[in-house]
């Protein structure tokens, strides 16, 4: 089921540095497929994500999603 994402862009320079989503709420993602439009600290987004809750990773943080669509603000 896909939900939409409004939030910030960030990058995170542990474990090797790896790019997120803060929403607007407060709720962390961490896209699997990160659009290098986005790659940029700080940028505004509107995105609309799957869960892929069984996704294995080393990093520590934030729900694991795959973008479906995006827009910058």
């Given at each position: ?17 790896f ?6 709420k ?16 700080g940028?505004r987004?509107d995105?609309?994500v ?9 990093f520590?943080?934030?729900q ?7 827009s910058?603000?």
């Amino acid at each position: 089921m896909s939900k939409r994402v409004l939030g910030k862009v960030i990058y995170h320079d542990f474990s090797g540095g790896f790019w997120g989503i803060v929403s607007d709420k407060g709720i962390e993602y961490r896209p699997l497929n990160f659009p290098i439009q986005l790659k940029k600290e700080g940028v505004r987004v509107d995105i609309v994500v799957e869960d892929m809750n069984d996704e294995i990773s080393m990093f520590m943080w934030g729900q694991p999603v795959k973008i479906i669509s995006f827009s910058i603000l």
